[in-house]
């Protein structure tokens, strides 16, 4: 025990010693680490130290550096307290003078206040009294509006009023129309100074000073340049649908050249629809009335397209480029578009060969219209005249010499013995002078009958047209005055048909005993009465009127159309006119011809036996057919006494007359000789043919006994229509 306890002593030395010595050796490595522990605690004190060293150096610089910013900043601050000193001054000062301001501008405000309020109360009273002011001024415009209403009202009766006066005397209507500056004459002054709405029209020649520059005239109406051609027509409508009730109508246009005749009758050259002028217009309106009539009417519809030219001119134009005068029928739609295309290639013709056409001829189209009632078969019967005069231009300002000067004279005096028509039917004067020219012999029945009649007076507003634009005005005024009489309507029963049929058949009948006496007056006293009748053959070609009024000139081209209807009253009325009238007239003056036939009317009438009275009127229907007509130059296509109603066929034979052939023309001579100077024979009695005619006017037709020959006439053209 003892040793295992020493042995355990020994076991716990030898681990005491073992241990011991792991001591020691730890004790030295502890002793190692702690010298290097040391060492590096050495080296770190030095590099510490000399890092501080140089951190004191920095440090001082910076120090330095701070301490010079210190200084320089308590510098800046100084400065900038004195600054904002004298700024602080400065501010006061200006506070000072803004509270002055503002006093001041409070003390203003506070005037302005009392003053508005002063103004307020004004504006009160002034609105007061404005208010009482306006009711008083709103009661009397009300009353000043129901006045005006009233006014107008009045005007507009009295406009009717008067138009129906107007229309009851029959005054020639005329319509002026201004057409606009063209393209190129812009800035060029104009003659018109103001157009009045109920057709008044102030001039103006700014050249003249004062009262001298101005005139006023007054139309039915007055067109403005930028009137359009619907315009125009829609005025004139009512005007040519009366020729589908049987009325004859004329309008024809007047002006000096370039005025724009032509473009209200036609329009400008190749016119689109929108252009079309009267003429165009009136066809295609005439035509789809008709139409839209045609249940209770039948109408028939004729055009026909006439130019009156100047011989001169008319040796200028090809025979192709004159217009076609024959009567064209319409029947369709396509007939008024054919007619329109041949009237635009007539006048395109008629460019190409000259005619710058248009001043040198009368443009006449005519629309013949016959209808019949188809339950009472009353026929009417109603002519459209749309006539284009030649430019009125003066001679002097035409400039124009030799042929063209002549042709121009020519012109004028065709219109200016249409002045002295228009002047002795406004004087009212017993005799008309329609004979001194073709163009009033074409506007007799229009001017002269129960036609209606407008004239459209065409003005260029050009100030260099000044003296024929007054002319012109003055010229309008004249036709205005014109009265023609209520227009009539052409309207025949069947009954009044029959019997002018009747008259004309007994009529026939006094003349061929008419010839039968004379032929056994002849052979009771063959000298004294043989010389009479060599002078009468001599005028005629035969003893007998009717014979001779047929002369050579096959029956059935003696056909009228047109005309009112009533030929017999067209050639009673021809007769008055014509009858002691030769057209040895024209080649005189206007004027001179009615002096002289103011000397020889009476006589020559006094001494009118019965049957010179026939005599007479063949002379003058041969004129009229162009017999003899060698004196005055124009060509007369289409017309006669009765106007424009003579159709194709009396055309051809104004034209065989140009040519020569068919009826020997007559010497105006001889015809002045006949009415002046023939011995007549003794009026002797006819009993059988004083009966006839007795029986004819018991008929209750007297007027239609006044003209055997217009009554022969009058049949054919009856028979013609039917
Ligand atoms: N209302 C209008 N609007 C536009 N142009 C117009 C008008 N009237 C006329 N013109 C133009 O003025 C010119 C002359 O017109 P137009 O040929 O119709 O005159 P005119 O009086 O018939 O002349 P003339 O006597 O030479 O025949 C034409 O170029 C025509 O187109």
Same mark, same amino acid.
């Given at each position: 025990?003892?040793?295992?306890?020493?042995?355990?002593?020994?076991?716990?030395?030898?681990?005491?010693?073992?241990?011991?010595?792991?001591?020691?050796?730890?004790?030295?490595?502890?002793?190692?680490?702690?010298?290097?522990?040391?060492?590096?605690?050495?080296?770190?004190?030095?590099?510490?130290?000399?890092? #501080?060293?140089?951190?004191?150096?920095?440090?001082?610089?910076?120090?330095?550096?701070?301490?010079?910013?210190?200084?320089?900043?308590?510098?800046?601050?100084?400065?900038?307290?004195?600054?904002?000193?004298?700024?602080?001054?400065?501010?006061?000062?200006?506070?000072?003078?803004?509270?002055?301001?503002?006093?001041?501008?409070?003390?203003?405000?506070?005037?302005?206040?009392?003053?508005?309020?002063?103004?307020?109360?004004?504006?009160?009273?002034?609105?007061?009294?404005?208010?009482?002011?306006?009711?008083?001024?709103?009661?009397?415009?009300?009353?000043?509006?129901?006045?005006?209403?009233?006014?107008?009202?009045?005007?507009?009766?009295?406009?009717?009023?008067?138009?129906?006066?107007?229309?009851?005397?029959?005054?020639?209507?005329?319509?002026?129309?201004?057409?606009?500056?063209? !393209?190129?004459?812009?800035?060029?002054?104009?003659?018109?100074?103001?157009?009045?709405?109920?057709?008044?029209?102030?001039?103006?020649?700014?050249?003249?000073?004062?009262?001298?520059?101005?005139?006023?005239?007054?139309?039915?109406?007055?067109?403005? !340049?930028?009137?359009?051609?619907?315009?125009?027509?829609?005025?004139?409508?009512?005007?040519?649908?009366?020729?589908?009730?049987?009325?004859?109508?004329?309008? /024809? #246009?007047?002006?000096?050249?370039?005025?724009?005749?032509?473009?209200?009758?036609?329009?400008?050259?190749?016119?689109?629809?929108?252009?079309? %002028?009267?003429?165009?217009? #009136?066809?295609?309106?005439?035509?789809?009335?008709?139409?839209? =009539?045609?249940?209770?009417?039948?109408?028939?519809?004729?055009?026909?397209?006439?130019?009156?030219?100047?011989?001169?001119?008319?040796?200028?134009?090809?025979?192709?480029?004159?217009?076609?005068?024959?009567?064209?029928?319409?029947?369709?739609?396509?007939?008024?578009?054919?007619?329109?295309?041949?009237?635009?290639?007539?006048?395109?013709?008629?460019?190409?060969?000259?005619?710058?056409?248009?001043?040198?001829?009368?443009?006449?189209?005519?629309?013949?219209?016959?209808?019949?009632?188809?339950?009472?078969?009353?026929?009417?019967?109603?002519?459209?005249?749309?006539?284009?005069?030649?430019?009125?231009?003066?001679?002097?300002?035409?400039?124009?010499?030799?042929?063209?000067?002549?042709?121009?004279?020519?012109?004028?005096?065709?219109?200016?013995?249409?002045?002295?028509?228009?002047?002795?039917?406004?004087?009212?004067?017993?005799?008309?002078?329609? =004979?001194?020219?073709?163009?009033?012999?074409?506007?007799?029945?229009?001017?002269?009958?129960?036609?209606?009649?407008?004239?459209?007076?065409?003005?260029?507003?050009?100030?260099?047209?000044?003296?024929?634009?007054?002319?012109?005005?003055?010229?309008?005024?004249?036709?205005?005055?014109?009265?023609? %009489?209520?227009?009539?309507?052409?309207?025949?029963?069947?009954?009044?048909?029959?019997?002018?049929?009747?008259?004309?058949?007994?009529?026939?009948?006094?003349?061929?005993?008419?010839?039968?006496?004379?032929?056994?007056?002849?052979?009771?006293?063959?000298?004294?009465?043989?010389?009479?009748?060599?002078?009468?053959?001599?005028?005629?070609?035969?003893?007998?009127?009717?014979?001779? /009024?047929?002369?050579?000139?096959?029956?059935?081209?003696?056909?009228?159309?047109?005309?009112?209807?009533?030929?017999?009253?067209?050639?009673?009325?021809?007769?008055?006119?014509?009858?002691?009238?030769?057209?040895?007239?024209?080649?005189?003056?206007?004027?001179?011809?009615?002096?002289?036939?103011?000397?020889?009317?009476?006589?020559?009438?006094?001494?009118?036996?019965?049957?010179?009275?026939?005599?007479?009127?063949?002379?003058?229907?041969?004129?009229?057919?162009? /017999?003899?007509?060698?004196?005055?130059?124009?060509?007369?296509?289409?017309?006669?006494?009765?106007?424009?109603?003579?159709?194709?066929?009396?055309?051809?034979?104004?034209?065989?007359?140009?040519?020569?052939?068919?009826?020997?023309?007559?010497?105006?001579?001889?015809?002045?000789?006949?009415?002046?100077?023939?011995?007549?024979?003794? !009026?002797?009695?006819?009993?059988?043919?004083?009966?006839?005619?007795?029986?004819?006017?018991?008929?209750?037709?007297?007027?239609?006994?006044?003209?055997?020959?217009?009554?022969?006439?009058?049949?054919? #053209?009856?028979?013609?229509?039917?």
């Amino acid at each position: 025990m003892e040793e295992e306890k020493k042995k355990h002593e020994e076991q716990d030395i030898i681990r005491l010693v073992k241990e011991n010595d792991q001591i020691n050796r730890e004790k030295l490595a502890l002793k190692q680490e702690l010298e290097l522990a040391r060492k590096a605690y050495e080296d770190c004190c030095v590099k510490m130290e000399t890092k #501080a060293k140089g951190a004191e150096q920095e440090l001082e610089v910076r120090l330095k550096d701070v301490m010079h910013l210190l200084t320089e900043s308590r510098k800046r601050v100084n400065e900038l307290e004195a600054y904002s000193e004298s700024k602080n001054l400065h501010w006061k000062k200006k506070e000072h003078i803004y509270q002055r301001f503002t006093e001041f501008q409070l003390g203003a405000l506070q005037e302005l206040r009392l003053a508005s309020q002063s103004i307020k109360q004004d504006i009160l009273e002034t609105q007061k009294s404005y208010l009482d002011e306006f009711h008083r001024l709103e009661k009397s415009y009300k009353t000043l509006v129901d006045a005006s209403e009233n006014y107008y009202a009045v005007v507009a009766e009295n406009r009717k009023l008067h138009n129906e006066v107007q229309e009851l005397k029959g005054n020639i209507r005329v319509y002026c129309r201004i057409r606009p500056f063209l !393209p190129g004459q812009m800035g060029k002054e104009s003659t018109i100074e103001h157009i009045g709405e109920n057709g008044e029209l102030n001039v103006l020649n700014s050249s003249k000073q004062g009262k001298d520059g101005h005139q006023l005239f007054k139309f039915n109406k007055v067109y403005g !340049p930028d009137t359009t051609q619907a315009e125009v027509y829609s005025d004139i409508q009512p005007l040519i649908r009366s020729v589908l009730d049987g009325y004859n109508a004329c309008i /024809f #246009a007047y002006g000096q050249t370039g005025s724009g005749k032509t473009y209200t009758m036609t329009g400008p050259d190749g016119a689109s629809e929108e252009e079309w %002028g009267v003429n165009y217009r #009136a066809l295609n309106d005439l035509f789809h009335i008709s139409q839209t =009539r045609r249940k209770i009417f039948a109408y028939e519809i004729e055009l026909q397209m006439v130019e009156i030219y100047n011989e001169q001119v008319r040796d200028l134009l090809s025979s192709d480029a004159v217009p076609d005068a024959s009567l064209h029928p319409v029947k369709s739609t396509s007939d008024v578009v054919d007619l329109i295309e041949l009237g635009l290639r007539n006048r395109a013709m008629a460019a190409t060969a000259l005619n710058e056409r248009s001043s040198r001829s009368h443009s006449v189209v005519t629309i013949h219209v016959h209808g019949i009632d188809m339950k009472t078969s009353t026929s009417l019967r109603g002519s459209l005249h749309l006539v284009d005069l030649a430019g009125s231009e003066r001679v002097d300002r035409s400039e124009v010499t030799g042929d063209r000067l002549k042709e121009a004279q020519h012109i004028n005096k065709s219109l200016a013995a249409l002045g002295d028509v228009i002047f002795a039917l406004s004087q009212k004067s017993p005799h008309i002078p329609y =004979r001194n020219s073709k163009l009033t012999q074409v506007l007799q029945n229009s001017l002269g009958g129960h036609a209606k009649t407008l004239m459209f007076v065409q003005l260029n507003p050009d100030l260099h047209s000044y003296a024929e634009t007054t002319s012109t005005l003055k010229f309008a005024e004249r036709v205005s005055g014109v009265e023609l %009489g209520a227009a009539q309507s052409n309207k025949q029963n069947g009954e009044i048909k029959d019997l002018m049929e009747q008259v004309a058949s007994l009529k026939d009948i006094i003349a061929k005993k008419d010839e039968e006496i004379e032929r056994l007056q002849l052979l009771k006293e063959p000298k004294s009465v043989h010389q009479h009748v060599n002078s009468e053959k001599h005028v005629y070609g035969s003893s007998s009127p009717r014979k001779n /009024f047929i002369g050579g000139i096959p029956p059935q081209t003696l056909k009228l159309s047109g005309g009112n209807g009533s030929g017999l009253t067209e050639a009673a009325s021809d007769h008055h006119n014509c009858l002691d009238y030769s057209d040895k007239d024209s080649e005189l003056s206007p004027r001179q011809s009615f002096d002289m036939f103011k000397h020889q009317k009476e006589p020559v009438r006094q001494s009118k036996p019965a049957r010179g009275n026939r005599g007479r009127n063949i002379s003058v229907d041969s004129e009229i057919l162009g /017999f003899g007509d060698t004196e005055n130059k124009d060509t007369l296509s289409g017309i006669s006494c009765s106007g424009l109603s003579a159709g194709p066929d009396i055309d051809r034979l104004a034209e065989s007359n140009h040519s020569s052939k068919g009826v020997k023309p007559l010497e105006n001579t001889d015809k002045v000789k006949f009415a002046q100077r023939t011995p007549r024979a003794p !009026p002797r009695p006819h009993k059988s043919s004083a009966s006839l005619k007795k029986s004819a006017s018991g008929s209750s037709l007297s007027g239609l006994s006044k003209s055997s020959s217009g009554s022969n006439l009058s049949t054919k #053209a009856s028979k013609r229509w039917q």
